[in-house]
């Protein structure tokens, strides 16, 4: 168990829909990150914060929004989704700036 | 744009047979990590590699970072049906903000 708790562990929806995935960090950690897993892109960047504030943006589309509250629970929202969002999405966290990363079980989302 | 090459995509074996997956880039990286990464899981940290040339052992595995930071291989002795899983290498390093990207992995199955 790597202490990261990501909800809910798989979510089915249809096109158009919008929908929030949740992360828990491990109990001190301050950065979190997101990252998109799918068969033919591997394990993609999305954006990351530290202790609430933006630090890294990656391939993150304009239809996606994260935010970290002050708590440091994460959520990351997509938006007007289509079939090709369909992918794992991973959070991860480290205590800084992300030279050791450590998962979440992930988000399976499939949207139809 | 940063990009971490690994190769092979894919390696079958039979069990007891040794391995090395390779992880190749053009840019240099302040830090390298292996990661295992089984089905339904995220991603698991095995190893952390920060200086050029460094060697690091864990049990069966043999961790080396290239000289120029640009490269790392993965060496597994005597190769158990345990060991199956996606090998993912990540490169660190300040591009706008502290990044870590992921190649896209190397599948293995050892065989009993």
């Known amino acids: 168990d790597s202490g990261v708790t990501q909800t809910p562990k798989h979510l089915i929806t249809a096109t158009g829909q919008r929908v929030t995935l949740r992360c828990s960090p491990r109990?001190?950690?301050?950065?979190v990150y997101w990252y998109q897993q799918s068969l033919d892109q591997g394990l993609q960047f999305l954006i990351q914060?530290?202790?609430?504030?933006?630090?890294a943006k990656g391939n993150i589309l304009e239809r996606f929004s994260a935010q970290q509250f002050p708590d440091l629970h994460s959520e990351l929202n997509l938006s007007s989704l289509e079939l090709g969002d369909s992918a794992l999405y991973f959070c991860a966290s480290s205590p800084g700036t992300g030279e050791k990363l450590f998962f979440g079980s992930g988000t399976q989302l499939s949207v139809l | 744009t940063q990009l971490l090459e690994q190769s092979p995509q894919f390696l079958s074996i039979q069990e007891g047979e040794n391995l090395t997956v390779y992880c190749n880039s053009s840019?240099?990286?302040?830090?390298l990590q292996w990661y295992r990464q089984e089905p339904g899981e995220g991603p698991v940290l095995l190893v952390t590699v920060v200086t050029g040339g460094e060697v690091k052992k864990l049990k069966r595995l043999t961790f080396q970072f290239g000289d120029a930071r640009k490269d790392s291989s993965l060496h597994i002795t005597a190769a158990q049906p345990g060991d199956t899983g996606l090998y993912l290498c990540?490169?660190?390093?300040?591009?706008?903000?502290?990044?870590?990207?992921f190649g896209a992995g190397t599948r293995l199955f050892v065989k009993a």
């Open positions: 840019s240099v990286f302040s830090s």
């Open positions: 109990s001190g950690d301050l950065s």
């Open positions: 914060y530290y202790n609430g504030e933006e630090r």
């Open positions: 990540a490169g660190g390093g300040w591009t706008g903000g502290f990044k870590t990207i």
